[in-house]
T-cell receptor
Framework: ELKVEQNPLFLSMQEGKNYTIYCNYS?????LYWYRQDPGKSLESLFV?????AVKQEGRLMASLDTKARLSTLHITAAVHDLSATYFC???????????FGKGMKLTVNP | KAGVTQTPRYLIKTRGQQVTLSCSPI?????VSWYQQTPGQGLQFLFE???????NKGNFPGRFSGRQFSNSRSEMNVSTLELGDSALYLC?????????????FGEGSRLTVL
C-alpha cells in the first residue's frame, strides 16, 4: 500500500525567510503532484513532476523530484504572507487509487 | 474555459438519509475522480470513472456509489448517511485515465450530517 508522508505538518515562518518542506513516499513512482489549498477552498495545482530529477519553479516556490530516494521537496524562497495555505503532495503509483495524498502541510507566513 | 463544477456546494442531511452530489468536468475531460476530505483522515480516494465505467475504487463501504454519464458528468451517492460521512467531497477531472494526467479539482460539496 502506497504511503505518502509530508513533513513538517505545520510550519510558521517569517516573511522573507527560506524553507524546504519534504514529501516521502513508499513505493516506486515517477509522478508526483503538489497542490495548494486555501481555507474553505478547493485544491489548486501547483506542480506536476513526471520524471526523476524534474525541477519546476513558479514564483517563490520550487519543486523537485528524486524518484530513487522517493522524495520530493518544495522550497520556499523569501516567503510572503500570500503563501499561507496548506500544501499537499500526491503520488500516482499506478495502482487502484488515482492519487494518494499526504496529510498536507499548513504554512503560516507571519509579517 | 470553465473549470470543474460541483453542486450543491453545501448541504445538511440527517443520519439515515441519502445524498447525491453532482460533478461536471472540464470540457473534453473524460476521467472524473472523487475524493473525501476530512480533518482526521485527510484526502481519501473514493472512485474514478472513465467513459461511463468505474475504473478504480478506494476503500469505502458500498454505501458510497457513483456513476458517469455519456457527457462525462458524474454523480456520487451516499446512502444511509452516518455522522462520519460529514466531509468535503471533491471531484476532479483529467484528460487521462491514469499516468501523466493532471487532476483539476472542483470547489467541493460540503456535506454535514446531523
Amino acid at each position: 500500500e502506497l504511503k505518502v508522508e509530508q513533513n513538517p505538518l505545520f510550519l510558521s515562518m517569517q516573511e522573507g525567510k527560506n524553507y524546504t518542506i519534504y514529501c516521502n513516499y513508499s513505493t516506486t513512482s515517477d509522478r508526483l503532484y503538489w497542490y495548494r489549498q486555501d481555507p474553505g477552498k478547493s485544491l489548486e495545482s501547483l506542480f506536476v513532476l513526471l520524471s526523476n530529477g524534474a525541477v519546476k519553479q513558479e514564483g517563490r516556490l520550487m519543486a523537485s523530484l528524486d524518484t530513487k530516494a522517493r522524495l520530493s521537496t518544495l522550497h520556499i524562497t523569501a516567503a510572503v504572507h500570500d503563501l499561507s495555505a496548506t500544501y499537499f503532495c500526491a503520488v500516482d503509483a499506478g495502482g487502484s487509487e488515482k492519487l494518494v495524498f499526504g496529510k498536507g502541510m499548513k504554512l503560516t507566513v507571519n509579517p | 474555459k470553465a473549470g470543474v463544477t460541483q453542486t450543491p456546494r453545501y448541504l445538511i442531511k440527517t443520519r439515515g438519509q441519502q445524498v447525491t452530489l453532482s460533478c461536471s468536468p472540464i470540457s473534453g475531460h473524460r476521467s472524473v475522480s472523487w475524493y473525501q476530505q476530512t480533518p482526521g483522515q485527510g484526502l481519501q480516494f473514493l472512485f474514478e470513472y472513465f467513459s461511463e465505467t468505474q475504473r478504480n475504487k478506494g476503500n469505502f463501504p458500498g454505501r458510497f456509489s457513483g456513476r458517469q454519464f455519456s457527457n462525462s458528468r458524474s454523480e456520487m451517492n451516499v446512502s444511509t448517511l452516518e455522522l462520519g460521512d460529514s466531509a468535503l467531497y471533491l471531484c476532479a477531472s483529467s484528460l487521462a485515465l491514469s499516468g501523466a494526467g493532471e487532476l483539476f479539482f472542483g470547489e467541493g460539496s460540503r456535506l454535514t450530517v446531523l
